[in-house]
């Protein structure tokens, strides 16, 4: 026995064998999941594409054709080291579960496919119903009774299992049924299709043994390859002495020293050799973080496409494609409050080569149109302009675009060969856009179209549209009304003269308070409002004066980035009814001052009666779209009448000449200095008020 055989580890699987059948094209999981988690959400995503079936199936006299169905799927390992792999060359045999009998070996089959390089199949023409799906491989370098499947959530839908496993549990049932020696290695029991198209994915966990733990610190085991020094290496078998004597066990020369088995130089000649213009791109989720004002394209070379498992794309027979929006929270609808950038990103990927022109991608060029018709077209396309026969070169992508200008689209298309394994990712930015300038409630639909030619037959997919929504309006913050305090003048509120009420109104004073001044009296009220808006408003002011009160006039300003703007340019601001001005119509945060001289008959209002006076203010968004939104404040005032009492002079006069204190004379009044003044014909020079009260 070696010294350094460790504890058996068996650990139970992780991931496995899994088939995921979902609404999404076929090669949703060409890309292996990290983890499990990863893997029952793709398992578990849910498509609402629908794509049409590429064979119809149609009599020479019938005039309707007949509904198919499509499995999709995907069959991937992860390694005891973590390192995933897809799986070519696996045979996929689909049974009708209702007539599938164990114990015989004459089921008929109803569709079979094998895998491709990617690990992707596909299986066409199918009826709804419900299948049952096996697994034969065919692959010489894969090992099943290595592997072991997982149990997905039961949301699935279905439950993959091994065969040795699914053997076992029928013998335990039925332990006197006779069950024989099949082929496949896996199955899924019972696949309920009752959509046009579902997908299945497939992954085996390797199970963990203690070889496998002694060899973690080194390189990963992954199919195909042989460990260097295996032959000597490996425990001989106690009972066989052949083993022990056997020459070629301990020096055969191709275990230790073939050199492909160890490096494979000639595989990463091969690698280096194909990826040079991968050098130095960003990664496709680098891409997805690009700054929100920037718009960027790359390309990545790998084995399985990298699309977002939260995405809806379209698939053909060796391709994928996808549109959706980055840098938001949702991939394919969003709705915009204010101001904003708005980036899509394209994907598309190849298991196959494809030549040139052979992609042809469309999506409409206009998101939308501002009030003035003006159409808001990109202002960033991270692929260069180009048609065929005139196209640009770009290391960052195989795609060129132009416009369309009968059909108004955006049309993309592959200006040099798209080499098999390729995703290739580029973004599309509208920039700027200004909510101000857009009617709420405008929507937009981009329906993005691909076309792709495989082998001669042309592939034509839908992906699911973006869609968007400006939701703009107006927002009333506060309304409060209080009498005047003007601390730079002591008799407001109340006013007295014409001169004062015609400094707090706009225009001239109307006619009636010119002739017939003195039988009112005025107070002025003050009025602060704030606002916010994200389209054009009006503003509306109703006044209701207690006690008989009437409106002479008023004056405000709107205060926008501390900048002042007259409500009202034409002179005569109309109180009570609706009024804009086109300057501060689309200010989006605002406050304003506005003051109110109201006229209360002398009859009715007198010393020491209290007054008041309340405003309803509206703030009417333009659209019509939503309703205006109106706040009211109301105030008081103890209405004083102002006299003028003289109780003599309050103030001493002291006056001396040439600064000498023995000429100081003071005076007692005003007058007596006037007089003084008067007499000496100048001002008292060197006087100085001083207050005796």
Same mark, same amino acid.
């Given at each position: 026995?070696?010294?350094?055989?460790?504890?058996?580890?068996?650990?139970?699987?992780?991931?496995?064998?899994?088939?995921?059948?979902?609404?999404?094209?076929? @090669?949703?999981?060409?890309?292996?999941?990290?983890?499990?988690?990863?893997?029952?959400?793709?398992?578990?995503?849910?498509?609402?594409?629908?794509?049409?079936?590429?064979?119809?199936?149609?009599?020479?006299?019938?005039?309707?054709?007949?509904?198919?169905?499509?499995?999709?799927?995907?069959? =991937?390992?992860?390694?005891?080291?973590?390192?995933?792999?897809?799986?070519?060359?696996?045979?996929?045999?689909?049974?009708?579960?209702?007539?599938?009998?164990?114990?015989?070996?004459?089921?008929?089959?109803?569709?079979?496919?094998?895998?491709?390089?990617?690990?992707?199949?596909?299986?066409?023409?199918?009826?709804?119903?419900?299948?049952?799906?096996?697994?034969?491989?065919?692959?010489?370098?894969?090992?099943?009774?290595?592997?072991?499947?997982?149990?997905?959530?039961?949301?699935?839908?279905?439950?993959?299992?091994?065969?040795?496993?699914?053997?076992?549990?029928?013998?335990?049932?039925?332990?006197?049924?006779?069950?024989?020696?099949?082929?496949?290695?896996?199955?899924?029991? !019972?696949?309920?299709?009752?959509?046009?198209?579902?997908?299945?994915?497939?992954?085996?966990?390797?199970?963990?043994?203690?070889?496998?733990?002694?060899?973690?610190?080194?390189?990963?085991?992954? +199919?195909?390859?042989?460990?260097?020094?295996?032959?000597?290496?490996?425990?001989?078998?106690?009972?066989?002495?052949?083993?022990?004597?056997?020459?070629?066990?301990?020096?055969?020369?191709?275990?230790?020293?073939?050199?492909?088995?160890?490096?494979?130089?000639?595989?990463?000649?091969?690698?280096?050799?194909?990826?040079?213009?991968?050098?130095?791109?960003?990664?496709?989720?680098?891409?997805?973080?690009?700054?929100?004002?920037?718009?960027?394209?790359? =390309?990545?070379?790998?084995?399985?496409?990298?699309?977002?498992?939260?995405?809806?794309?379209?698939?053909? @027979?060796?391709?994928?494609?996808?549109?959706?929006?980055?840098?938001?929270?949702?991939?394919?609808?969003? =709705?915009?409050?204010?101001?904003?950038?708005?980036?899509?990103?394209?994907?598309?990927?190849?298991?196959?080569?494809?030549?040139?022109?052979?992609?042809?991608?469309? +999506?409409?060029?206009?998101?939308? !149109?501002?009030?003035?018709?003006?159409?808001?077209?990109?202002?960033?396309?991270?692929?260069?302009?180009?048609?065929?026969?005139?196209?640009?070169?770009?290391?960052?992508?195989?795609?060129?675009?132009?416009?369309?200008?009968?059909?108004?689209?955006?049309?993309?298309?592959?200006?040099?060969? +798209?080499?098999?394994?390729?995703?290739?990712?580029?973004?599309?930015?509208?920039?700027?856009?200004?909510?101000?300038?857009?009617?709420?409630?405008?929507?937009?639909?981009? !329906?993005?179209?691909?076309?792709?030619?495989?082998?001669?037959?042309?592939?034509?997919?839908?992906?699911?549209?973006?869609?968007?929504?400006?939701?703009?309006?107006?927002?009333?913050?506060?309304?409060?009304?209080?009498?005047?305090?003007?601390?730079?003048?002591?008799?407001?509120?109340?006013?007295?003269?014409?001169?004062?009420?015609?400094?707090?109104?706009?225009?001239?004073?109307?006619?009636?308070?010119?002739?017939?001044?003195?039988?009112?009296?005025?107070?002025?009220?003050?009025?602060?409002?704030?606002?916010?808006?994200?389209?054009?408003?009006?503003?509306?002011?109703?006044?209701?004066?207690?006690?008989?009160?009437?409106?002479?006039?008023?004056?405000?300003?709107?205060?926008?980035?501390?900048?002042?703007?007259?409500?009202?340019?034409?002179?005569?601001?109309?109180?009570?009814?609706?009024?804009?001005?086109?300057?501060?119509?689309?200010?989006?945060?605002?406050?304003?001052?506005?003051? +109110?001289?109201?006229?209360?008959?002398?009859?009715?209002?007198?010393?020491? !009666?209290?007054?008041?006076?309340?405003?309803?203010?509206?703030?009417?968004?333009?659209?019509?779209?939503?309703?205006?939104?109106?706040?009211?404040?109301?105030?008081?005032?103890?209405?004083?009448?102002?006299?003028?009492?003289?109780?003599?002079?309050?103030?001493?006069?002291?006056?001396?000449?040439?600064?000498?204190?023995?000429?100081?004379?003071?005076?007692?009044?005003?007058?007596?200095?006037?007089?003084?003044?008067?007499?000496?014909?100048?001002?008292?020079?060197?006087?100085?008020?001083?207050?005796?009260?």
């Amino acid at each position: 026995m070696r010294t350094h055989k460790r504890i058996h580890r068996i650990v139970a699987a992780l991931l496995a064998l899994v088939l995921v059948i979902t609404m999404i094209p076929d @090669t949703l999981l060409a890309q292996a999941p990290e983890n499990t988690a990863d893997v029952e959400r793709a398992v578990a995503a849910e498509s609402t594409d629908v794509i049409e079936s590429k064979d119809e199936v149609e009599t020479a006299n019938e005039t309707e054709v007949s509904e198919q169905f499509s499995l999709y799927g995907s069959v =991937m390992i992860t390694n005891a080291d973590g390192t995933t792999a897809n799986l070519d060359k696996i045979k996929v045999l689909a049974y009708r579960a209702a007539d599938y009998d164990k114990t015989v070996n004459t089921n008929t089959v109803i569709a079979e496919t094998v895998t491709k390089e990617d690990g992707m199949y596909r299986l066409d023409n199918l009826a709804k119903d419900t299948y049952r799906l096996e697994f034969v491989s065919e692959n010489t370098e894969f090992d099943p009774t290595a592997y072991t499947a997982v149990e997905l959530d039961q949301t699935v839908g279905y439950r993959p299992i091994m065969a040795e496993t699914e053997k076992a549990q029928d013998m335990a049932a039925d332990p006197e049924a006779v069950y024989p020696e099949k082929a496949y290695f896996a199955c899924i029991p !019972q696949v309920v299709l009752e959509e046009t198209q579902k997908e299945a994915a497939l992954l085996l966990q390797k199970v963990e043994t203690a070889e496998d733990a002694e060899k973690a610190e080194g390189d990963a085991l992954t +199919i195909g390859q042989t460990q260097p020094g295996e032959a000597e290496t490996k425990p001989e078998a106690e009972t066989e002495p052949e083993a022990e004597t056997k020459p070629e066990a301990e020096t055969e020369p191709a275990a230790e020293t073939e050199p492909e088995a160890e490096t494979e130089p000639e595989t990463e000649t091969k690698s280096e050799e194909s990826e040079p213009e991968f050098s130095d791109l960003m990664t496709i989720e680098e891409l997805k973080e690009l700054d929100e004002e920037m718009a960027g394209a790359t =390309m990545e070379l790998a084995d399985m496409n990298l699309f977002s498992r939260d995405s809806r794309f379209a698939a053909g @027979t060796s391709w994928t494609f996808d549109a959706y929006y980055v840098k938001e929270a949702d991939l394919h609808n969003v =709705m915009k409050t204010d101001d904003f950038n708005l980036k899509y990103q394209m994907e598309f990927h190849a298991s196959q080569n494809l030549d040139i022109g052979a992609v042809e991608i469309r +999506i409409p060029r206009e998101l939308l !149109q501002y009030r003035d018709g003006t159409s808001i077209v990109p202002k960033d396309i991270a692929v260069p302009e180009g048609k065929l026969g005139s196209t640009t070169e770009s290391r960052s992508t195989p795609f060129n675009y132009y416009i369309d200008e009968e059909t108004g689209e955006l049309v993309f298309f592959n200006y040099r060969e +798209i080499k098999s394994g390729t995703n290739a990712a580029f973004q599309v930015l509208y920039k700027y856009l200004k909510i101000m300038e857009i009617r709420d409630e405008t929507t937009w639909s981009l !329906q993005s179209k691909v076309a792709v030619t495989v082998d001669g037959a042309k592939e034509e997919r839908e992906v699911e549209p973006l869609t968007g929504e400006v939701d703009s309006g107006v927002t009333l913050s506060s309304v409060k009304k209080a009498p005047l305090n003007d601390q730079t003048v002591q008799y407001n509120p109340e006013l007295y003269t014409k001169n004062q009420v015609k400094q707090y109104i706009t225009g001239e004073l109307p006619q009636e308070y010119e002739d017939h001044f003195d039988q009112y009296n005025y107070v002025v009220w003050r009025v602060d409002m704030e606002g916010k808006a994200t389209q054009p408003w009006s503003l509306s002011v109703n006044e209701a004066p207690g006690q008989s009160g009437k409106i002479v006039g008023c004056s405000g300003n709107i205060i926008y980035k501390n900048v002042y703007t007259s409500l009202d340019h034409t002179g005569q601001l109309p109180v009570g009814e609706d009024f804009q001005v086109e300057d501060v119509r689309k200010y989006k945060s605002w406050s304003c001052k506005m003051d +109110i001289v109201v006229a209360y008959p002398k009859a009715q209002v007198y010393d020491g !009666q209290t007054v008041s006076n309340s405003i309803t203010v509206g703030l009417k968004p333009d659209d019509g779209m939503d309703k205006p939104q109106r706040k009211s404040s109301s105030a008081t005032w103890v209405y004083r009448k102002y006299d003028w009492i003289y109780s003599g002079d309050t103030i001493g006069i002291q006056k001396w000449n040439s600064g000498y204190s023995h000429s100081i004379k003071t005076y007692t009044s005003w007058l007596d200095v006037y007089e003084a003044a008067r007499e000496q014909g100048e001002d008292c020079i060197g006087s100085f008020i001083d207050s005796l009260s």
